[in-house]
């Protein structure tokens, strides 16, 4: 009877090891990856600084008019991120895709992530290239941003261009972002273990491998670092900040929307609004995932062209 129960104990320790081990390995895994990792990102586009720090910017294109393009919330290399877009934009206009601070190439910041701050932060590196006109085009909580910025800058704004941009007040906006488990999930190296077997995000969209490779390692070092927690964790705020908040009725707005499969309710009638929030607004729905821009490049910048043209 002793021995059987030593034999259970045994068993059942093994089961309650068994899993603490393994998570162990991931971490230790996770751990050397991105150290070596480290040492393999390849340096692009330019740094200026602000505040202090080193922000990149990556321009392409020379023309008289500019386009800054700003990213979604947790895109971890937006340099690289926005290239199909930029292909397409730069041979009519000089592009400027902003790194925020916390994303790609750009330093961290224990700067509060407001509206205001990054806002204020783009301008400053958009000041030291001596950009003092410009039409900001923005993906995703770019849309949020851009009200702010807008506001503040409303002298160099020349006009909006959102990619299934968010929008005040849409359903969902004022729930927190669960941080604390996205952190855990990564540091114990879950998140790269499900990524080994999940299929390849970049897949069919028009990215090199290495680029592919590249923007795999930012997202690893980037989307669970503080700066980029803190933004994820100020979203609500930033949702919040800008209720009810519009355009000026002056500034141009076109709005590149995704029609099919959003999980947001009634959003494009949130942007039907948003356009007619001022006198010159247009709405143009696609079908495409959230990105609209990995495979609709071509489109957004003929449209967007025609647009501005006008």
Do not use: C
């Amino acid at each position: 009877m002793k021995k059987r129960t030593r034999i259970t104990l045994t068993v059942a320790a093994a089961l309650v090891l068994a899993p603490a081990v393994a998570v162990g390995a991931m971490a230790a895994v996770n751990a050397i990856a991105t150290d070596s990792e480290a040492a393999r990102i390849e340096s692009y586009g330019q740094r200026v600084s602000v505040e202090g720090r080193a922000m990149n910017v990556v321009i392409s294109g020379d023309h008289d008019q500019t386009i800054v393009l700003l990213p979604g919330l947790g895109t971890a290399a937006p340099g690289l991120d926005f290239a199909p877009l930029i292909d397409q934009l730069d041979d009519d206009y000089r592009v400027i895709a902003v790194e925020p601070f916390g994303t790609g190439l750009s330093d961290g910041t224990d700067v509060p992530r407001t509206s205001e701050n990054i806002s204020r932060e783009v301008h400053a590196a958009l000041q030291q290239l001596g950009v003092r006109e410009y039409v900001l085009m923005g993906h995703s909580i770019a849309g949020i941003y851009a009200l702010t910025h807008a506001e503040l800058f409303s002298d160099e704004v020349t006009a909006f261009v959102g990619i299934d941009n968010s929008v005040p007040d849409q359903p969902g906006s004022a729930e927190p972002i669960p941080t604390d488990a996205l952190v855990l999930l990564n540091d114990l190296g879950v998140t790269r273990a499900l990524q080994a077997v999940s299929p390849d995000p970049y897949e069919g969209l028009p990215y090199d491998e290495r680029a592919k490779q590249q923007m795999r390692m930012l997202s690893a070092r980037n989307t669970t670092a503080p700066t980029i927690v803190d933004e994820m964790q100020h979203a609500s705020r930033n949702f919040a900040d800008a209720s009810g908040a519009r355009f000026a009725a002056s500034l141009p707005a076109l709005l590149f929307v995704r029609e099919n499969d959003t999980d947001v309710a009634d959003w494009v009638s949130l942007h039907e609004r948003q356009a007619a929030s001022v006198d010159r607004g247009e709405l143009v729905t696609m079908t495409g995932d959230h990105y609209l821009h990995h495979t609709l490049a071509a489109q957004i910048a003929a449209e967007t062209k025609r647009f501005l043209d006008g």
